[in-house]
């Protein structure tokens, strides 16, 4: 729970001193005012939707929902449109991003995505393939800060493939660089070495700005936690990793609050597995990142509870779950929809700074997961085992409960 609740303000609220223009302060609340004096005006926001493939429709369905209840609770109202991506957008307009789709997000002041790719777009030129899109969406919107925690919740423990006693108390960030390095850095394509045996390539390149950023986010975060920051690189081989941790340590400077440690990548996987706790905050590039996150993901048992969020210095920040499109159960109600309701409740928190109606959703997920509602990818003895409409019929029935009035606030 600690990682759910931890910050209590949007991260867009940086020193100004140490950061200047890094963020701004949060989007002003669009208001819609009320004839009636006693009641305070009802804040309104727009949320892009991007359901994308496979189960992303259905989990997404589900957050909608749950964030209208919340912000009803809370005096918030939403103005939802929906825009393709990914799969969808490919057999819709034949481009896995549409103008129109970017257009909408950056007009918006959230976006949040469901899932995108299939097996049916495998095969796909890598122009014409769904996580192109998703790539093209994160560098359109400058979302250059990826913050994904992973908390082994008490309800879960014994769905974690570790032992009891390593898993229990996990309570960890993941900020992860996700617009540079190797995914976005030319030169790249394909060539002929000097044998004539065809080479594949890519560059992975990092500027100080682009780590100076994501250093002090990492930071402002860990000041919020536990005070702690890892820096996890590969400085012992990578020329961008001597840079990385060069530039991490210089930040750091202006943080003497906080405790600063780096670490291989490697050691960096192994230590997940044998001892998470030591972990608080950890920043990393954006492969790094991309492969321990997904691996921090694993030590709550189930990928389908984590959420994500991605910021910018300005403008919408992107909201997602962090599993897939899981084309092997869509349309069958077996999704898991808890990430994405956790997902809305980073929205709220990251973009908007609703901090009471973000706790209120993660208050309401502690409480389905009390009353004993499990989807199948976290089911247990003794649990009752419900299809993705079912636990969102449950989370909008905990969202309902009286006794969350006083704990959202």
């Given at each position: 729970m600690a990682a759910l609740h931890a910050h209590p303000r949007p991260l867009r609220t940086l020193t100004p001193t140490l950061t200047p223009r890094r963020f701004g302060p949060p989007r002003r609340p669009r208001t819609?005012?009320?004839?009636?004096?006693?009641?305070?005006?009802?804040?309104?926001?727009?949320?892009?939707?991007?359901?994308?493939?496979?189960?992303?429709?259905?989990?997404?369905?589900?957050?909608k929902d749950v964030l209208s209840l919340a912000g009803s609770h809370e005096g918030i109202e939403f103005r939802f449109s929906e825009m393709p991506i990914g799969g969808a957008a490919l057999d819709l307009t034949g481009v896995p991003l549409p103008e129109e789709t970017l257009a909408a997000a950056k007009e918006s002041d959230a976006v949040l995505l469901g899932a995108i790719g299939g097996y049916k777009w495998?095969?796909?030129?890598?122009?014409?393939?769904?996580?192109?899109?998703?790539?093209q969406l994160?560098?359109?919107?400058?979302?250059f800060a990826n913050l994904r925690p992973a908390t082994v919740l008490p309800q879960l423990i014994d769905a974690s493939t570790l032992k009891k006693e390593v898993a229990e108390g996990v309570d960890l960030m993941v900020v992860r660089e996700l617009t540079g390095?190797?995914?976005?850095?030319?030169?790249?394509?394909?060539g002929t070495n000097h044998e004539g045996e065809e080479i594949g390539f890519n560059t992975e390149v990092y500027s100080v700005s682009e780590i100076d950023r994501i250093a002090r986010v990492a930071f402002e975060v860990a000041r919020k936690r536990r005070g702690k920051v890892c820096s996890v690189d590969k400085a012992n081989v990578l020329e961008a990793s001597m840079l990385w941790?060069?530039?991490v340590t210089y930040v750091g400077l202006e943080f003497p609050d906080v405790q600063l440690s780096h670490m291989y990548v490697d050691n960096a996987a192994m230590q997940l597995i044998r001892n998470p706790k030591q972990f608080d905050t950890i920043v990393t590039n954006n492969i790094f990142g991309d492969i321990l996150s997904d691996e921090a993901s694993m030590l709550t048992g189930s990928i389908g509870m984590l959420p994500s969020a991605s910021?910018?210095?300005?403008?919408?920040g992107l909201f997602e779950p962090i599993h897939g499109s899981a084309p092997d159960i869509a349309g069958q109600d077996k999704a898991n929809p808890l990430a994405t309701v956790l997902s809305a409740a980073m929205l709220l928190r990251y973009g908007f700074g609703e901090e009471n109606a973000a706790k209120r959703i993660e208050t309401a997920v502690i409480e389905t997961l009390n009353r004993g509602f499990r989807t199948g990818d976290i089911h247990s003895y003794g649990t009752t085992l419900v299809g993705c409409k079912r636990m969102g019929e449950e989370v909008l029935r905990s969202v309902d409960s009286e006794k969350l009035v006083s704990a959202a606030h």
């Open positions: 819609v005012r009320c004839n009636a004096s006693a009641e305070p005006p009802r804040r309104s926001y727009s949320v892009t939707l991007l359901p994308g493939d496979g189960i992303g429709p259905e989990v997404v369905s589900v957050a495998d095969s796909n030129e890598k122009h014409l393939k769904p996580e192109t899109g998703l790539l994160r560098a359109g919107l400058g979302v390095g190797i995914y976005f850095g030319k030169p790249r394509g394909f941790r060069k530039r910021i910018s210095e300005s403008g919408p």
